[in-house]
Nanobody, 125 residues
């Protein structure tokens, strides 16, 4: 699995960005794909996850109603649409993937073996 994350950049508070995570090697077919983020001096935290098969999703409370995770079968890509961005959303965003992760472990970074390179999101107020 080779994950490539992109779509980050600078944005004003209240604005939007869409992050992309593409698996360049093969389909995500049995995978759970997640987005995590890490701000300077902070631990990596869970943002959202989607089960490729079936499309079940989960979000951390701070992004519910603002962020949407989705998948595109044709593009073999998982997206994170981020709206109403706040300065506290500033971080490096990473996508991660792995197979056979139980739902209760989706938010645990240690559950994922495959990681993308990270993309910086900077929200200015």
């Amino acid at each position: 699995v080779q994950l490539q994350a992109s779509g980050g950049g600078p944005v004003q508070a209240g604005g939007s960005l869409r992050l992309s995570c593409v698996n360049s090697e093969r389909t995500f077919r049995r995978y759970t794909v997640a987005w995590f983020r890490q701000a300077p001096g902070a631990e990596r935290e869970f943002v959202a996850a989607i089960k490729w098969s079936g499309g079940a999703t989960d979000y951390t409370d701070s992004v519910k109603g603002r962020f949407t995770i989705s998948r595109d079968f044709a593009e073999n890509t998982v997206y994170l649409q981020m709206n109403s961005l706040k300065s506290e959303d500033t971080a490096v965003y990473y996508c991660a993937a792995d197979s056979n992760i139980i739902r209760s472990s989706w938010s645990m970074s240690t559950a994922y073996d495959f990681w993308g390179q990270g993309t910086q999101v900077t929200v200015s107020s």
